[in-house]
């Protein structure tokens, strides 16, 4: 799911249902938010360790992307 800033969404995700983010999460998913040292890095870091049916937490998804080449 991507959502439009602005949508509802929250920079403290500590509950993406009180977020509106993506509600509630069915049995056996859990929600994860890579924090730090910095999103990008801590993501890059933890990749590895994302179980099946992680929904991942990217707020501000600009972070995460590389240089822009024209």
């Given at each position: 799911m991507v959502q439009e800033p602005g949508d509802g969404g929250a920079?403290?995700?500590g509950?993406?249902?009180a977020q509106g983010g993506c509600?509630?999460?069915?049995?056996?998913?859990?929600?994860?938010?890579?924090?730090?040292?910095?999103?990008?890095e801590a993501?890059?870091?933890?990749?590895h360790d994302i179980a099946p049916k992680t929904v991942v937490w990217l707020n501000e998804t600009q972070q995460y992307r590389g240089p822009v080449t024209r």
């Amino acid at each position: 799911m991507v959502q439009e800033p602005g949508d509802g969404g929250a920079d403290d995700a500590g509950d993406a249902t009180a977020q509106g983010g993506c509600g509630a999460l069915p049995d056996g998913w859990q929600l994860w938010r890579p924090l730090t040292p910095t999103a990008p890095e801590a993501a890059l870091a933890q990749l590895h360790d994302i179980a099946p049916k992680t929904v991942v937490w990217l707020n501000e998804t600009q972070q995460y992307r590389g240089p822009v080449t024209r």
